[in-house]
């Protein structure tokens, strides 16, 4: 396998993933691309490339950034699938409220994601989040603002948080960004 088809197969693994995660069958992915059932299982399968303007739709369909389904390369052949180098991590969400997100994991085929979350200084979350998932965070650096399930908390470098299916927001008045290793599970992203 050369590196072009091994970025293919972590590609249909990916969205296979993110499909399953929402909870979505080929079937509803299938109706709002107006494609079929089998397209989109070889898509799934790495038997079939998808255009730039598949990828758009699939990408809007799965509710995440189309840059969640580039960046599969970059890593060597043997590499590939166990290593994400620091140059090469896949950048993920919008960066809106100032949150700037990087996949840590290879990909997403596993029963949880790494995520490296920067908060920039003054930045908060607009809108609470309230996710089936359970979370734990590590602070690497600067302070954050958390609000829990209704419980305030200010968590530091060497700190660490869990949030289990409750809502969750978080900010970060601070003067300096604050950086954070979150493992989410299942996959979200």
């Known amino acids: ?92 969400g919008s960066g809106e409220e100032g949150l700037i997100e990087e996949l840590l994991s290879p990909d997403l085929t596993d029963d949880f994601e790494m995520v490296h979350s920067t908060f920039r200084p003054h930045s908060q979350m607009q809108t609470p989040a309230n996710r089936p998932t359970q979370e734990v965070g590590y602070m690497i650096s600067g302070r954050l603002d958390l609000l829990i399930g209704g419980r305030s908390f200010t968590v530091g470098p060497g700190d660490s948080f869990r949030i289990r299916h409750e809502p969750y927001q978080w900010s970060n008045p601070y003067d300096a960004p604050a950086v954070a290793v979150w493992v989410i599970a299942p996959p979200v992203y």
């Open 1 to 92: 396998m050369n590196d072009q088809t091994l970025a293919a197969a972590t590609l249909g693994a990916d969205i296979r993933a993110l499909r399953k995660a929402r909870g979505l069958t080929l079937t509803d992915i299938a109706a709002v691309l107006n494609r079929s059932v089998g397209w989109l299982s070889q898509v799934e399968r790495d038997m079939s490339e998808p255009s730039i303007s598949d990828l758009r739709q699939i990408a809007e369909a799965l509710g995440v950034p189309m840059s969640m389904l580039f960046a599969h390369s970059g890593a060597p052949a043997d590499e590939h699938g166990y290593i994400v180098r620091a140059g090469s991590r896949r950048p993920m």
